[in-house]
């Protein structure tokens, strides 16, 4: 079985736990939570709510691409675009990786251990966007 899902946003990394001062829980930052929650909407509404968590091994590709600054010259900007130019800046793509692991948890799989092969590029390119493609082994 293969999956591919576009997500027409901006990368975001798994950001660490927090701790309520007041009850002592860990909980996950709003922004991670909501970004984890829009991937894991997103794959749903494609494939559909009854789509069952693979048991198999998972190869796992993610592609993020991130739009250069508005503020470089529209030359510099095509040839970021244009070029092979890796993107060396946050998120990292550990953290990339571990908010779309997180996201398909439970929905693609039945628990992340399951991904075998893994792969995480990050890119410049015209829009950000974050391309999934998953497929069973």
Same mark, same amino acid.
């Given at each position: 079985?293969?999956?591919?899902?576009? /997500?027409?946003?901006?990368?975001?990394?798994?950001?660490?736990?927090?701790?309520?001062?007041?009850?002592?829980?860990?909980?996950?930052?709003?922004?991670?939570?909501?970004?984890?929650?829009?991937?894991?909407?997103?794959?749903?509404?494609?494939?559909?709510?009854?789509?069952?968590?693979?048991?198999?091994?998972?190869?796992?590709?993610?592609?993020?691409?991130?739009?250069?600054?508005?503020?470089?010259?529209?030359?510099?900007?095509?040839?970021? /675009?244009?070029?092979?130019?890796?993107?060396?800046?946050?998120?990292?793509?550990?953290? /990339?990786?571990?908010?779309?692991?997180?996201?398909?948890?439970?929905?693609?799989?039945?628990?992340?251990?399951?991904?075998?092969?893994?792969?995480?590029?990050?890119?410049?390119?015209?829009?950000?966007?974050?391309? /999934?493609?998953?497929?069973?082994?």
């Amino acid at each position: 079985m293969e999956w591919n899902l576009e /997500i027409p946003i901006r990368a975001r990394g798994k950001e660490r736990p927090r701790v309520n001062t007041m009850t002592r829980q860990a909980y996950t930052p709003h922004k991670t939570k909501n970004y984890e929650d829009l991937i894991k909407y997103m794959f749903l509404h494609k494939y559909g709510v009854k789509t069952k968590p693979s048991e198999k091994e998972i190869a796992l590709k993610i592609i993020a691409t991130f739009e250069p600054p508005k503020s470089l010259s529209k030359k510099k900007r095509q040839e970021l /675009i244009d070029g092979e130019f890796g993107y060396l800046h946050k998120p990292d793509t550990d953290n /990339i990786a571990k908010a779309v692991l997180d996201a398909l948890n439970k929905v693609v799989y039945k628990d992340d251990n399951q991904v075998a092969n893994l792969l995480v590029i990050k890119k410049y390119g015209a829009t950000d966007k974050v391309e /999934i493609e998953i497929k069973e082994l």
